[in-house]
C-alpha cells in the first residue's frame, strides 16, 4: 500500500505559478513511478505527467508541455509539480499518482497507478 501526501494548491491568476508537492506517508518498501492527473469539474479525469523512479524520464501531455515541469528529490521521495504560466482551464483537482511499488518506469496508461493522494485544488482565475 502506498500513502500520497499532496500540498501546494491554491488560488493563481492567469499566467501565475504554483508548485505542487507530492511524499509518501510512511515508509517505502520498493520504489515506484509516479504521476500527475487532474479533474476539471464536469470533465474526466486527465493523465498530465508522469516521472520514472529515478526521476531521469518524464512524461508530458501536450496540453502541459512546455508550461509544467514534474520533478524528484530522491532523498526525500518527493515528487514536484511546478506549474508555470498557468491558464483558466488548468483550473481542476490534482491528485498526485504511483504505480505499485516494484514497477520503476512510468506508464501511459492511468490505470497502472492505483494509488493516489487525497487531491489539491488549484483555481486560475482570469
Known sequence: QVELVESG?????????????????????SGYAMGWVR?????????????????????YTDSVKGRFTISKDNVENTVYLQMNSLKPEDTAVYYCVARRPGWYSYSFYPTDYPYSGQGTQVTVSS
Open 39 to 59: 479533474q476539471a469539474p464536469g470533465k474526466e479525469r486527465e493523465f498530465i505527467t508522469a516521472i520514472n523512479w529515478y526521476g531521469s524520464d518524464t512524461y
Open 9 to 29: 494548491g491554491g488560488l493563481v491568476q492567469a499566467g501565475g505559478s504554483l508548485r505542487l508537492s507530492c511524499a509518501p506517508a510512511g515508509r517505502i518498501s
